[in-house]
């Protein structure tokens, strides 16, 4: 379409016309307009209001761009996460709802330990690292990256919302302290070569892929993250809708005690974890 559509309802019912998700499209579209994501009550309600040009142009791009494959976190430049609003870009993966189940999880289990030392591995973004932060505010929260442009957006997050995160370049455990009461992780986990990568391509390949079966990564977490617990603290481990058996298994083999699954809203299995006893 060229030239700026008549309103705010045509302009939505062409970006359906072209096989944009509806909420995609809203929040493109108010995006454009300088909106917050949260407005989308504002355009039913002005749906009938004139679409100015710049803004249908504007529009009309990120459009192009979402129907590229480029995820409209991205477009937009934020996503929302445990109730955090936070900035995103192709330095990091997208935050999912899935890995608030591993927040959820982290919570339960440092309830009731006071000042609690967490350590977030591989934090991207500095979603787990950051929901946990907002939650606990008496926690020391430590947060790891390989990559220092992830930790650049995480820690221009942590500032913008004001929450104490200690942020530092590693490669998983090497050079971390010890006696951590809970270590959590949304590592790589998706096997080279497997199909969904395709849908994934425009998300840091290094912060998705693990070898040939997607573990390669959580069996290094697994193995060294004994050393760096204190008795009776958690390893909690986000991975993939058919990974839970393998993972549980990897766990018991490194000792691990009281091990065991959560399931994510849609019902999968999405993380793993258990407690590690040196004294048995």
Not at 35 to 53: C, E, I, V
Not at 65 to 70: F, I, S
Not at 79 to 85: A, D, P, S, T, Y
Request: proline content about 4%.
């Amino acid at each position: 379409m060229t030239g700026a559509p008549a309103t705010i309802a045509v302009a939505l019912a062409a970006a359906a016309g072209r096989g944009v998700n509806r909420l995609d499209a809203q929040l493109l579209l108010l995006a454009a307009l300088g909106r917050s994501g949260h407005a989308r009550a504002w355009l039913l309600a002005h749906d009938t209001d004139p679409l100015p040009l710049e803004a249908w142009s504007a529009f009309e791009q990120q459009l192009a761009r979402r129907l590229a494959g480029e995820p409209v976190a991205y477009l937009i430049g934020e996503k929302e996460f445990h109730g955090l609003v936070l900035n995103v870009d192709a330095r990091v993966l997208v935050p999912r709802p899935d890995t608030e189940t591993l927040v959820d999880w982290a919570l339960d289990c440092i309830a009731g330990r006071h000042m609690p030392k967490v350590l977030d591995l591989g934090c991207g973004s500095g979603a787990i690292a950051l929901a946990l932060a907002k939650a606990r505010h008496d926690a020391r929260i430590d947060a790891v990256d390989a990559s220092a442009d992830a930790l650049a957006v995480a820690q221009a997050n942590a500032d913008r919302l004001g929450l104490a995160v200690r942020f530092a370049q590693g490669d998983w455990l090497e050079g971390a302290e010890v006696d951590y009461d809970l270590i959590a992780s949304n590592p790589p986990y998706i096997a080279i070569g497997d199909p969904h990568l395709e849908a994934l391509a425009h998300e840091p390949h290094a912060a998705l892929v693990s070898g040939a079966d997607g573990l390669d990564d959580i069996r290094r977490i697994v193995a060294a993250a004994p050393g760096h617990l204190r008795e009776d603290g958690w390893l909690l481990l986000e991975h993939g809708h058919d990974q839970a058996a393998a993972v549980c298994a990897l766990l018991q083999v490194a000792g691990f005690a009281h091990v065991q699954s959560r399931n994510d809203l849609a019902g999968i299995a999405r993380c793993s974890g258990g407690i590690w006893r040196a004294v048995k």
